[in-house]
């Protein structure tokens, strides 16, 4: 498997993974590869959720020339493979976090920000008539042990009172009895709005949309070389080559090793999987207790996230292997089974019928990050989103426009994720060492009561 943290090609144009999205019979947008020498006003460098509404906006409200490359094909990376969850955030700091960070006033911001990221998916699928087929809403945050009751409470009034949520705290008996029966919950907080879909059908109807607005998408061409002259930008693809005075990266966990010196060991690609059952039958839904069609994710620091799929099957991702080269060993599907029989008993041994991994982007601080080269640096012109630390749905819709923005001269909202750039890991050639030994403190952690 492809792993940005050791390689610098990313591959061309690989067919997209084995996954439950992609056996859903959509057809494969096969757009061509760059062939010719090219230019543009800008050019989008992967055409994922952020890329692909960068170009949209760019090339619709701004009325840029706009090239799109992209090593496959949309969505192929994590945008096609997530889980497909809708939420108010992005990052790892809930609302609680973000306040002691950054002050009641900065966080009611950014969650203002969230919230309008999170209204816009709905906006854009219906502007573009993408049948993402979205599920009826219901978000559980299950506590997997009883010490984190007491945050719930705090977080629940937190958002309700100053942040303008509705969130309902169930506890355990309140949460078996009528809503779902994981054996491993203690209690949940229930979002009523936040609601999952197809992550790929979301992909490849943004691209629709950012071609409607007059932006050229080619797929097949990744980046093999960049080379700046008289403040133009020159990017090689395998077949061709486009010049442009301004490059928008979207690369994020995707982002080849040693890809930009603007982005050089300022991520950590962690790779999350994801298995699928076969469907359930109405005996199996009702000893799982199962209403409706949740989606749920819990408190763990190595956190479990399962939804109830349209056709009755049961997804449950988790942590995959550390390194690209094991991701297909056999020991990351068990434990993913191992896991969700634990929290239902009632499919032990059920057949799993997909199984894919992909790689989402860690930021040091918990946060992501849109940044934009000083125009009086080696790199002006260059601007980059990144760091949406496995959650960013929503999120990197709203970043692609503001990436946009940014790149237009325009003034976007005074944000923490917006006014710097992601830090630099220290010791970045060990990150690798870190994760690992963070995963060993994560596991302690998830067990102790």
């Known amino acids: 498997m492809y792993d940005p943290l050791l390689d610098k090609d990313p591959g061309c144009n690989a067919p997209y993974p084995a996954s439950y999205w992609a056996g859903q019979g959509q057809a494969e947008p096969g757009y061509p590869a760059l062939q010719q ?5 800008l050019v989008v460098i992967g055409a994922g959720y952020t890329g692909l509404n960068a170009a949209r906006v760019l090339a619709g409200r701004f009325s840029q020339h706009v090239v799109v490359l992209e090593a496959h094909q949309p969505g192929w990376g994590c945008s096609g493979r997530n889980a497909g969850f809708v939420l108010k955030g992005t990052g790892r700091l809930g609302a609680v976090q973000l306040t002691e960070r950054f002050g009641l006033e900065t966080a009611q911001a950014c969650y203002r920000e969230y919230r309008q990221a999170f209204e816009q998916v709905a906006t854009l699928c219906q502007k573009g008539a993408i049948d ?9 945050k299950l506590a997997h042990q009883p010490r984190f009751l007491p ?37 949940a907080l229930l979002d009523p709005d936040c609601f999952g879909l197809n992550p790929l059908q979301l992909a490849l109807g943004y691209s629709r949309l950012a071609e409607q607005a007059g932006a050229t998408i080619y797929g097949g061409s990744p980046v093999l070389g960049w080379q700046k002259q008289q403040g133009l930008h020159r990017l090689q693809t395998p077949q061709g080559s486009v010049t442009a005075k301004k490059v928008l990266i979207a690369t994020n966990g995707y982002t080849p090793k040693d890809f930009h010196p603007l982005l050089n060991g300022r991520i950590l690609p962690v790779q999350s999987s994801i298995i699928v059952t076969r469907p359930l039958t109405e005996h199996e839904r009702s000893a799982c207790g199962f209403r409706g069609q949740p989606i749920v994710m819990d408190t763990r620091a190595l956190k ?21 080269r094991h991701a297909d060993k056999p020991r990351y599907t068990k434990a993913l089974r191992s896991a969700l029989e634990y929290s239902f008993p009632a499919l032990a041994g059920i057949d799993i019928a997909y199984q894919w991994s992909g790689w989402v982007a860690v930021s040091l601080d918990d946060l992501p990050h849109l940044y934009q080269a000083p125009q009086d640096s ?24 503001r990436l946009a923005e940014l790149a237009m001269g325009q003034s976007i909202p005074n944000l923490p994720c917006y006014q710097r750039p992601l830090p630099a890991f220290p010791f970045a050639r060990w990150r690798r060492l870190g994760q690992w030994l963070y995963y060993q403190w994560g596991r302690w952690q998830d067990k102790r009561h």
Do not use: K, M, W
């Open 37 to 41: 020498e090219r230019s543009a006003d």
């Open 132 to 140: 993402c087929q979205a599920q009826p809403p219901g978000y559980y």
């Open 151 to 187: 945050l719930f409470e705090q977080q629940q009034q937190l958002l309700n009172q100053h942040f303008g949520e509705q969130l309902q705290y169930l506890s355990q008996a309140e949460l078996q009895q009528t809503h779902l029966a994981d054996q491993q919950a203690c209690g």
């Open 304 to 324: 479990y996230y399962y939804r109830l799929l349209p056709d009755g099957r049961l997804l449950f991702g988790g942590r995959g292997a550390i390194q690209g």
């Open 378 to 401: 080696s790199y002006a012109g260059v601007s980059y989103a990144a760091g949406y630390c496995g959650s960013g749905l929503s999120f990197s819709a709203l970043a692609g426009q």
